[in-house]
């Protein structure tokens, strides 16, 4: 993902010389390119992201488009109240930009699991967060930001997360993507895993349980109308993310639904639980012990709609 | 361009007075804090406004402007007076200040009130927003300058030296932060809590140029923030030593005004003196 975000920001950066990247002191192997070709557009503020978010404030109030670049936590988390106070506040047209969102880092520690930022960032007034699901929506989301006059977070993967779209979908921020139609079940997924809900949504379809699959790239704003379309045609909803379950996606439809006027789907949300990590793995090992990999996906969505069957069947 | 930029060092003194007056009046009677960080930095602000800055209250978003961040915003009151009285606004809003319904919040507030650049209140955030600010005009070459007015005490936080840091090595000679430097902080003495001393060499290791003025000699500063850069390619650090509460003598010094608001009749009396002053 970060790559087909990297390509797409340096043609941006071609046709628009309003496009910058600030990077603090992170992107090895990745950021170069750009930096050689657009060295007017293109600052290392080091390894200082409060300087990072300040300078790319004053940078946007003076007609930039400022895109951040850092891993997870450090260009979210360290620099929380300038994204709050100076992007956030003054509308600024900044671009927050986290590679490694979830446990893209897994076997690098605690420090480098990015497991609470969408839900601190979605907190934040005037701020869309976008978590694209695929390296094709990775590039979408990058224009799409660029035409977005203000704050955006845009949460990535790091690198080799297969292509899960078939045909170039029509994106659009704050409107999910349908990749599969179904009234039995549906499957709302952001990030990376969308790839595990599309593997995880074959399979059950294949038992002959109808599947709806929604990329929820925008996490804020959420695509209410989808979510509640889900709630009510169909009769049970999951939302899969490599995030905590408190407060992101599940999060976010969880307040959608308990706040529709009638009845609605029962909801399960998949996810990370909300806790330290504390045995050492790699990204899909430490997916495998929160349950988030297709196996466990596939199961436990299986014995819900078993155990809800006269529901669901 | 301002049109009191041209003013006499009289018609600066006069100006000082006029914004201390203002922010007793609006502290007093909000009944809020700071009138202290108020008063020790009228002069500076005064200077800039009347001299220094080139704006255009007629056009506040005049993309060749220089650009002014308050990032002491608690001072707000004072700050509120000096864009009034520089003809952002009128006068007569400054009775919004800190009042329900208004727009003049008690920290520096950008929203609905024309001339300001940043909103600002915790400390820290307005020079890594100026540096940006001076790197976009010393890219592209424009003739606009960025002036930071910082407190003491802010200088605790460690995004300022981040900003310092990356000031220096990008050779930001358009960028001048002025530190109202009247060496009372939240709580105590700077002295007392964290000692910043010595400060001009601390800017000067991080590759600024520093000048030490009096912060409340309007001459002084004319002359100094008159002739930037003082050193091409570095960024410009002015330490204005300056006395909390200066104007109303028996405010000066104390840490009581960083919090306390004078009276009605105590109000009149300070209004007496800076009127005589």
Same mark, same amino acid.
Do not use: C, D, S
């Given at each position: 993902m970060r790559t087909a975000f990297i390509e797409t920001l340096n043609e941006l950066a071609d046709q628009d010389s309003r496009v910058c990247l600030i990077v603090g002191d992170l992107g090895f192997s990745i950021i170069e390119a750009f930096a050689e070709k657009h060295p007017d557009q293109f600052v290392n503020a080091g390894v200082s992201e409060q300087n990072m978010i300040g300078l790319a404030v004053g940078m946007a109030l003076t007609g930039k488009i400022v895109f951040t670049y850092s891993i997870g936590n450090f260009g979210t988390l360290r620099c929380l109240e300038q994204i709050r106070n100076d992007v956030c506040y003054h509308r600024a047209n900044v671009k927050v930009v986290a590679v490694g969102g979830g446990l893209g880092y897994g076997n690098l520690g605690v420090t480098h699991h990015a497991s609470e930022d969408v839900a601190i960032m979605r907190a934040l007034p005037n701020m869309t967060v976008v978590a694209p699901g695929d390296p094709i929506e990775a590039r979408l989301a990058t224009r799409a930001v660029v035409a977005h006059d203000g704050p955006a977070y845009l949460r990535l993967g790091k690198a080799g997360e297969p292509v899960v779209h078939t045909t170039q979908p029509d994106f659009e921020l704050g409107r999910a993507l349908t990749l599969r139609e179904g009234s039995d079940v549906t499957l709302i997924a952001s990030g990376g895993m969308l790839a595990t809900a599309d593997k995880v949504a074959k399979d059950i379809a294949a038992q002959g349980i109808g599947v709806r699959l929604l990329s929820?790239?925008?996490?804020?704003?959420?695509d209410r109308d989808a979510v509640t379309r889900a709630a009510t045609e169909t009769r049970y909803v999951f939302t899969l993310e490599e995030h905590s379950i408190e407060g992101g996606l599940g999060g976010a439809v969880a307040e959608v639904m308990a706040e529709m006027d009638s009845g609605h789907a029962p909801l399960k949300r998949i996810g990370l639980r909300p806790e330290f990590n504390t045995t050492v793995g790699d990204q899909n090992y430490l997916k495998s012990l929160h349950g988030l990999d297709q196996e466990s996906v596939l199961k436990t969505i299986q014995q819900i709609i078993a155990r809800s069957y006269g529901r669901v069947g | 361009m301002s049109a009191d930029n041209r003013a006499s060092d009289d018609e600066l003194r006069a100006l000082a007075r006029k914004l201390r007056s203002h922010s007793l009046r609006m502290i007093s009677q909000a009944k809020t804090s700071h009138i202290g960080s108020c008063l020790s930095v009228a002069d500076i602000l005064a200077v800039l406004y009347g001299r220094i800055l080139r704006v255009d209250p007629k056009r506040p978003a005049w993309p060749s402007r220089d650009r002014l961040i308050v990032s002491k915003g608690h001072a707000a009151a004072i700050v509120y007076a000096a864009v009034a009285e520089a003809g952002?606004?009128?006068? %007569?809003?400054? #009775? %919004?200040? #800190?009042?329900?319904?208004?727009?003049?919040?008690g920290h520096v507030t950008h929203g609905g009130v024309p001339g300001i650049e940043m909103s600002s209140g915790s400390l820290g955030h307005g020079l890594p927003v100026g540096t940006g600010m001076a790197l976009t005009g010393k890219r592209a070459g424009e003739p606009w300058r960025v002036f930071v007015v910082m407190s003491d005490g802010e200088l605790d936080e460690g995004s300022n030296w981040e900003a310092m840091l990356f000031a220096c090595h990008h050779q930001l000679d358009n960028l001048t932060i002025i530190i109202d430097y009247n060496k009372i902080q939240s709580l105590d003495w700077v002295d007392k809590t964290l000692r910043l001393e010595p400060l001009a060499d601390k800017f000067r290791a991080f590759g600024w140029s520093v000048r030490e003025v009096d912060g409340h000699d309007v001459k002084e500063l004319s002359s100094t923030l008159g002739t930037l850069p003082l050193e091409g390619g570095k960024p410009n650090a002015i330490i204005a030593h300056t006395v909390k509460g200066k104007g109303v003598s028996w405010m000066e010094g104390k840490v009581l005004w960083h919090y306390k608001q004078p009276t009605p009749d105590e109000l009149v009396t300070a209004l007496a003196e800076v009127a005589a002053s």
């Open positions: 929820m790239h925008t996490v804020k704003p959420i | 952002f606004m009128p006068v %007569e809003r400054l #009775a %919004e200040f #800190a009042r329900n319904g208004g727009q003049l919040y």
